[in-house]
């Protein structure tokens, strides 16, 4: 599992080398990038907690040298204020428990509240719902580059540094994750639907996602694991070329605003079919690493946990209307803006984005 996250980490760098023009910008990528691929092979659960909070600092430097608009200030102290409130108890329970040793081997903590303190650090970049307030403050405020970096790369830290506590949870009480997950599931898809700015939805859309794979990671089944790593490899592709379509969208248009994406399929078949082909693969619709985790998790859901279907059900049914209403919304109307001057470099990598996700789909199916 870890492997193919370095290699969606060097994928979406390469996105980032091909569309982005500002040096500054992808020297920080390549710092961010170097980080997570070292987060990612660390045993040791002190450079585990090293690396994961060194990643923050050049999601700030971007945010703040590069973003837009004033309210990046606020953006930034909510990401520093969650990320040490939630990261402060880890370091008191590792000191005080002294684990010098292998994470594959600290099986002598005795107490779920130690547990529950180790889980919470990694739980803010998960996002689980209640701690993801710094999210789409940054992806709202933060460059296009950091939007792409926030969502393949940084929230699937705190994935892979559950990943490794996985085995812990069997010890201890997990029926406040899951009910946490689901609620981010329902909640999060709710508030796509009320949202006027489209990274805001893509943001939410963002919580969606990664609160099914807490949700799968929960349940501490086989299958279910498989379909939230699934989960976590579409997010990765699928997420990073929304706000890479959000972003440039930007760009051209200076809006974010939902009312104004309409005009695609008049503006530009290119860009409008590459747009359409990632909102269905964000609803889950086949053949998509989506779909498939999808599948693979509600098929095992029904055959053991058959409450939790009808809240499933409903997440499904939400997740799908909101992104065919973004799609319905940015393709149908007039011509809005000429988009045949866009660059090759813009909307080549969306191509080898689609295709690179579309390939994976098929692969594993």
Not at 238 to 263: A, D, I, P, Q
Request: aromatic fraction near 20%; hydrophobic fraction near 60%; proline fraction near 2%.
């Amino acid at each position: 599992m870890y492997i193919m996250l370095m290699f969606m980490s060097i994928f979406i760098m390469g996105v980032i080398f091909l569309s982005e023009k500002e040096n500054m910008l992808v020297y920080l990528s390549k710092i961010l990038l170097m980080i997570c691929l070292l987060f990612f092979i660390s045993t040791n659960l002190l450079m585990l907690y090293i690396f994961f909070e060194l990643s923050i600092f050049p999601i700030l430097v971007m945010i703040l040298g590069y973003g837009s608009q004033i309210e990046k200030i606020n953006s930034a102290y909510y990401l520093i204020f969650y990320a040490v409130m939630c990261s402060g108890p880890f370091l008191y329970v590792y000191f005080c428990k002294k684990f010098y040793f292998a994470v594959v081997y600290f099986f002598n903590i005795f107490s779920w509240e130690m547990i529950f303190i180790l889980t919470i650090c990694f739980m803010v970049k998960f996002p689980v719902y209640f701690l993801h307030l710094w999210l789409p403050k940054a992806h709202v405020e933060a460059p296009t580059t950091a939007k792409m970096l926030l969502a393949g790369l940084l929230l699937k830290l705190g994935t892979g540094g559950y990943l490794r506590l996985t085995t812990l949870m069997m010890y201890t009480y997990m029926n406040f994750w899951l009910i946490l997950s689901l609620v981010g599931m329902i909640v999060s898809a709710f508030m796509c639907l009320f949202q006027s700015d489209a990274k805001a939805v893509a943001a939410f859309s963002s919580i969606v996602h990664m609160s099914f794979v807490l949700f799968g990671l929960i349940i501490l089944m086989k299958s279910t694991k498989m379909g939230a790593c699934l989960m976590m490899l579409s997010h990765g592709y699928t997420s990073t070329l929304m706000f890479f379509m959000v972003g440039e969208f930007f760009h051209k248009s200076g809006t974010r605003m939902m009312n104004y994406l309409s005009g695609f399929m008049a503006s530009s078949m290119l860009v409008s079919y590459t747009m359409m082909l990632v909102f269905l693969s964000n609803g889950g619709v086949p053949p998509t690493i989506s779909f498939v985790s999808e599948y693979i998790t509600i098929i095992s859901i029904f055959l053991g946990f058959k409450s939790l279907f009808m809240i499933l059900f409903l997440y499904f049914f939400i997740a799908f209307y909101y992104s065919l209403f973004i799609l319905t919304s940015a393709l149908m109307g007039g011509k809005l803006l000429n988009f045949s001057l866009w660059l090759m470099s813009y909307t080549f990598p969306g191509l080898v984005l689609m295709f690179n996700f579309f390939w994976l789909s098929l692969l594993i199916g």
